[in-house]
């Protein structure tokens, strides 16, 4: 009898594998001749559709026909191993090896296999919708027979089949949006990935964009301009005045930094408040070996301003870095149509904001200006099917909390 059932279960193991490997080669070929999937057939009411079909087909099969062993199959465990493997590899494997379309040395042939984005392969889709089945099939299987001992396992599975259908249904109706936002000009318009101008019933209005930047920091350079040692740049950032600190074979020593500075002469800086100001200092440079100094500004440049550097010999030059932002912020207006009130909200980086269920994040602005910058650049992401995806999730955090109590001795 223990013969038996170890025998069946290496048949489903091989009858897994011949399953996976099928999807596998038919899914490659139609990604080689047709090409990737459509994001417009998950997208509203296409994903309704397919959700409703999906679970009237397999609940149908399943009551029909679960005493045959194709149905054991789809709702095994080993197929279950194999398939979230595969799905695995793909994801995690291949979904690293990143192609960009947009490069002319890239691939031809791995570029038709879909390597440019995995999850819209049909050899991913065949994959990822085997496991779908494996779960709801395996779901059913439990809820026929209702224990007590069983909702554990039916949380779990149903939080993460909730979970993994909802996202990939959801994905045709993710809507993902930039605007660009000039200082007292209210903006209702937004560009998509492929430049298309969208109309939206809100509209930001920028009132002030904030960056809060950390010291610049110093470099050795070569005369071809890259940092030295070339391996692994070594940098002083410029925090305390009076520090100290070697590069290469010259120690350096900081005596004054001016976060906002402008020329007054060739070689000297003096603090300035106005507008496109740069950052400079004053250091004093060491050789460590012949003892000889010198006491210099230096200044990172920018857009209205040329740097300032300082010429140790034919190969090494001190260079003062540009400023790195610590964060940036945007203090908006915030009108709806169809509305009267207007709202003030701060967007910072990862900290957005929410608007009619759009979710706006904070993510540039004109690095040319840097600091300066007039121009803040904000991403409106519209995702329906997201309280969804959280459903699943906190149903699978509940399964994860029943299991713990189940097995808490």
């Known amino acids: 009898m223990n013969f038996n059932i170890a025998f069946h279960k290496k048949d489903q193991y091989r009858y897994s594998v011949i399953i996976i490997a099928v999807l596998l080669v038919v899914g490659l070929l139609l990604q080689y001749f047709t090409g990737p999937i459509a994001k417009q057939w998950f997208a509203f009411p296409n994903n309704i559709w397919i959700g409703i079909a999906f679970i009237f087909l397999f609940t149908t ?224 440079v060491e050789d460590v070996y012949t003892k000889a100094k010198r006491t210099q500004w230096i200044a990172a440049g920018n857009f209205q301003f040329p740097p300032l550097t300082i010429t140790l010999d034919s190969n090494h030059i001190v260079v003062m870095g540009p400023a790195e932002a610590r964060k940036f912020q945007s203090k908006v207006l915030v009108y709806e149509k169809g509305k009267d009130e207007i709202r003030e909200e701060t967007i910072q980086v990862n900290h957005p904001i929410t608007i009619k269920g759009w979710k706006v994040y904070q993510v540039s602005y004109d690095e040319r200006l840097g600091r300066w910058s007039e121009l803040s650049v904000v991403e409106l992401i519209l995702d329906p099917w997201l309280p969804l995806v959280y459903t699943g999730i906190f149903i699978l955090i509940a399964g994860t909390a029943a299991f713990l109590f189940k097995n808490r001795k």
């Not at 149905?71 to 095994?76: A, E, G, Q, T």
């Open 61 to 284: 099969l399943f009551l029909l026909f679960k005493q045959k062993e194709f149905i054991n199959l789809l709702s095994s465990v080993p197929l279950a191993l194999v398939s979230t493997i595969i799905l695995g590899v793909l994801t995690i494997g291949l979904g690293s090896i990143h192609i960009e379309a947009s490069d002319p040395k890239a691939n031809p042939v791995l570029l038709r296999l879909g390597f440019d984005g995995i999850t819209t392969t049909w050899y991913f889709a065949f994959i990822f919708f085997l496991v779908l089945i494996n779960l709801w099939l395996a779901i059913l299987k439990k809820a026929l027979v209702f224990q007590t001992k069983n909702i554990t396992f039916l949380l779990n599975h149903f939080g993460l089949w909730l979970t993994l259908f909802a996202g990939v249904l959801g994905q045709g109706d993710l809507t993902r949006l930039t605007m660009n936002l000039k200082q007292d000009q209210p903006e209702w318009r937004a560009t998509d990935e492929n430049g298309r101008v969208t109309e939206l019933s809100l509209a930001l209005e920028l009132k002030k964009f904030d960056i809060d930047i950390y010291p610049n920091k110093l470099y050795i350079i070569n005369k071809e301009g890259k940092a030295l040692p070339q391996n692994k740049p070594q940098a002083f950032m410029l925090e305390k005045e009076h520090s100290s600190q070697y590069l290469l074979n010259w120690k350096i020593t900081l005596h004054e930094y001016l976060p906002n500075a402008i020329p007054v002469s060739d070689t000297t800086y003096a603090a300035s408040p106005m507008w496109g100001a740069t950052n400079a200092a004053r250091i004093t």
